[in-house]
């Protein structure tokens, strides 16, 4: 789930590859509402094994009212931290030889 501040304009998504598509959003490459609205913060994320289920799980989470996405983000994220750097570093920190890998270093999972 992307934030464009605290509280603020909130979008949904699904893709195989987070990482890459979070640095497409911040870097305005993807038209649309994202862009329009400055929306480029990861402010929250699930992990799937299952496309079907990842789109699922996206799907039902567009369907929810604004608050109940609220309150998903503040229990996970109550400071509306942009979570992509953390990222960023755990995949910078699993390509050092003999680190251990992240549950996801190259981001190839339904998030949204």
């Known amino acids: 789930?992307?934030?464009?501040?605290?509280?603020?304009?909130?979008?949904?998504?699904?893709?195989?590859?987070?990482?890459?598509?979070i640095w497409e959003h911040k870097n305005h490459l993807v038209e649309g509402f994202t862009k329009k609205y400055g929306v480029h913060w990861l402010v929250w994320y699930e992990a799937y094994d299952d496309v079907s289920a990842?789109?699922?799980r996206e799907k039902r989470l567009k369907r929810w009212n604004r608050s109940w996405n609220l309150r998903l983000i503040e229990e996970k994220n109550s400071g509306w931290n942009d979570l992509y750097d953390g990222l960023?570093?755990?995949v910078e920190r699993?390509?050092?030889?003999?680190?251990?890998?992240?549950?996801?270093?190259?981001g190839s999972l339904g998030r949204g």
């Open 54 to 56: 990842a789109i699922a």
């Open 1 to 21: 789930m992307l934030a464009s501040q605290r509280n603020g304009a909130l979008y949904v998504g699904v893709t195989n590859n987070l990482m890459r598509r």
């Open 88 to 90: 960023m570093q755990e």
């Open 94 to 106: 699993a390509s050092r030889p003999g680190s251990p890998s992240p549950r996801d270093p190259d």
